[in-house]
């Protein structure tokens, strides 16, 4: 089976993807729900997601907001999160909202 992936040293493939130049993003987490300001472009599947501080997540549309009802994201990780694509929709921004408190969230499409 041919593929695209890199390959490790026995040839087989390494899942990983490569960060998308210029779509970086940073939301300030505060007490009230903020969200990322420009839009994931449309073919973004897949995006890593780093919280200095314990946040609660939420994806959605341009109106998204966050709550305690969210999920929970701790502080410290760094994981990928797929926004959608092909027949399951298309998420275009993720809302946050800090835990205790005020901090910075990192987002970075992938391609």
């Known amino acids: 089976m041919s593929t695209l992936l890199p390959l490790d040293s026995d040839n087989n493939p390494i899942p990983a993807m490569r960060l998308r130049v210029g779509r970086a993003h940073s939301i300030s987490a505060g007490a009230t729900s903020a969200r990322n300001t420009t839009a994931f472009q449309d073919d973004t599947q897949v995006v890593s997601v780093y919280a200095d501080v314990p946040v609660y997540i939420n994806f959605g549309g341009s109106t998204v907001t966050a709550t305690t009802s969210d999920h929970y994201f701790p502080a410290g990780v760094y994981y990928d999160i797929a926004i ?21 969230v990192r987002i970075s499409e992938k391609e």
């Open 84 to 104: 959608g694509g092909g027949r399951t929709g298309h998420y275009t921004h993720m809302a946050v909202l800090r835990v205790s408190a005020d901090g910075t």
